[in-house]
């Protein structure tokens, strides 16, 4: 129930995918590939948890997986912390906040931590301006774990800039501007 009246709203999104490879050759001789699992559950309009990861049928292994809760105060100002499993390579605490300074700029910062190595893995702070048609973006990155400092710029046409959770989105970590809460667009 809304202010304004009744209306549909999602409470969990459940996506499962699983590849299937017609040449076995092409996944290491197997025929299916690894079980995608996305979920998105939302508690209210601020608080929600996403989570993804893969399943790999034949080591009986998750590869890769996040969990996060994000939340969203104000449509202005979103948060969220998390935690990432990288079989065989690291598992890591991260978190990130995006503030949207008005209607076309926002500012993102987003860190990851490997406390099992005690080392930072990832730090990145963008400035994105979101435009009609295209978001532009201009940040800062440090890769710790690959001994690298860089300076982007990245342009992404405004029809992927999109609010709802897909493992297809989520880089290293999931960026919470792609949370279920309209605050990309």
Do not use: C
């Amino acid at each position: 129930h809304r202010a304004h009246g009744t209306e549909v709203d999602t409470f969990i999104d459940l996506e499962l995918e699983v590849p299937y490879f017609p040449n076995p050759r092409d996944n290491r001789g197997e025929v299916w590939g690894n079980l995608d699992v996305d979920l998105l559950i939302k508690f209210s309009d601020a608080l929600q948890l996403i989570t993804d990861f893969e399943v790999d049928w034949y080591g009986h292994d998750i590869e890769v997986g996040n969990v996060a809760v994000g939340y969203t105060p104000s449509r202005d100002f979103q948060t969220f912390a998390g935690f990432r499993h990288f079989h065989d390579e690291y598992d890591a605490v991260f978190a990130q906040a995006n503030w949207r300074v008005d209607e076309k700029w926002m500012l993102t910062v987003e860190s990851s931590y490997d406390f099992l190595r005690s080392r930072g893995i990832d730090h990145r702070f963008g400035v994105s301006h979101i435009g009609a048609e295209w978001v532009f973006e201009l940040g800062l990155k440090a890769d710790v774990g690959e001994d690298d400092f860089s300076v982007f710029i990245s342009f992404e046409p405004r029809m992927f800039f999109d609010p709802a959770p897909r493992s297809r989105h989520i880089r290293s970590e999931p960026r919470l501007h792609y949370l279920g809460t309209g605050f990309g667009k």
